[in-house]
């Protein structure tokens, strides 16, 4: 069974920092895409953030390039989302996902997700 475990999520003040981290089970996590994708309240799911399985090459949606940086550590099968300079507009549930960016059109790809609330 595809396991993946959000944590880390909370709430922090505008320019703040917050390190999210998702653990993957139930299959080889070294040889998979792993994508952050993000979600408010009666928005669409947003693309955030993917890391390949192969040379970890980067990619980053406009929104957030330059204040995240997606990380993974492969013995330990955990994706991480640095998070900096955060916005008020950051705040929503964010989900790791096992894929490349299509995962953000298949909701059953994600995990539960965590929380992020970015408020003063």
């Known amino acids: 069974q595809v396991q993946l475990v959000e944590s880390g999520g909370g709430l922090v003040q505008p320019g703040g920092s917050l390190r999210l981290s998702c653990l993957a089970s139930?299959?080889?996590?070294?040889?998979?895409?792993m994508t952050w994708v993000r979600q408010a309240p009666g928005k669409e799911p947003e693309w955030v953030s993917t890391?390949?399985?192969?040379?970890?090459?980067?990619t980053y949606a406009d929104a957030v390039k330059g204040r995240f940086t997606i990380s993974r550590d492969n013995a330990k099968s955990t994706l991480y989302l640095q998070m900096n300079s955060l916005k008020p507009e950051d705040t929503a549930r964010y989900y790791c996902?096992?894929?490349?960016?299509?995962?953000?059109?298949?909701?059953?790809?994600w995990g539960q997700g965590t929380q992020v609330t970015v408020s003063a």
């Open positions: 890391i390949d399985s192969f040379n970890w090459r980067t």
């Open positions: 139930g299959f080889t996590f070294s040889m998979s895409y």
């Open positions: 996902a096992r894929g490349p960016i299509s995962v953000l059109a298949d909701r059953r790809t």
